[in-house]
């Protein structure tokens, strides 16, 4: 067990819908991160934040969004779906900011299929 | 960016076997994992080893930071054992993954 609780496992939904993913960090990790697996993209990061500010973003659609909150939750916001969405996404926590000589910690993800 | 480049890509073993899986990257890092994906898409932090050899059972692991390259060990191989792994590393920059190594192990 890492520590790192995502919820839902798993989410069905048709296109052009909107879904929120909710993560929640190891106890006392400040930041954490989303990424994204797909058969044809592999595993990718999209975008990470640190006690509640955005630190750096990857390969993430303006169609995504996301936020973390006072609680140090976090939460991954995904619209007007097409059927490319469908992946695993996995969020990760580690201590500080940055990733320097410190692991990042993953949740079981959660998988998404769009119909 | 950083590339990642792991090898073999798929690797089929008979149980007992043991094998060793490889990660080349292109630039300085200090940040390097390695990961097991399992059949229901969990991904087990295997290893933090930026640097060093490290053990756990019948696992290790070596980073040789100057020569950019990483090797994962696997010695005793059980059906277990079987699922894909990955090696993901950073700079001061989040993770960037291989594409993975996809073990299979046959009784």
């Known amino acids: 067990d890492s520590g790192v609780t995502q919820t839902p496992k798993h989410l069905i939904t048709a296109t052009g819908q909107r879904v929120t993913l909710r993560c929640s960090p190891r106890s006392g990790d400040l930041s954490v991160y989303w990424y994204q697996q797909s058969l044809d993209q592999g595993l990718q990061f999209l975008i990470q934040y640190y006690n509640g500010e955005e630190r750096a973003k990857g390969n993430i659609l303006e169609r995504f969004s996301a936020q973390q909150f006072p609680d140090l939750h976090s939460e991954l916001n995904l619209s007007s779906l097409e059927l490319g969405d469908s992946a695993l996404y996995f969020c990760?926590?580690?201590?500080?900011?940055?990733?320097?000589?410190?692991?990042?910690?993953f949740g079981d993800g959660t998988r998404l299929s769009i119909l | 960016g950083i590339q990642v480049e792991q090898s073999p890509p798929d690797l089929i073993l008979q149980e007992g076997a043991n094998s060793t899986l490889r990660c080349n990257f292109s630039d300085s890092v200090n940040n390097l994992q390695w990961f097991h994906q399992n059949p229901w898409g969990q991904l087990i932090n295997l290893f933090y080893i930026p640097s060093g050899t490290k053990q756990n059972g019948r696992l290790s692991a070596t980073t040789v930071a100057t020569e950019r390259y990483s090797l994962l060990y696997i010695s005793s191989s059980q059906t277990t054992d079987s699922g894909v792994y990955f090696c993901?590393?950073?700079?001061?920059?989040?993770?960037?993954f291989g594409k993975g190594t996809r073990l299979s192990v046959i009784a």
């Open positions: 993901a590393v950073g700079g001061n920059t989040p993770l960037v």
């Open positions: 990760a926590s580690s201590q500080r900011q940055g990733d320097s000589n410190q692991p990042q910690h």
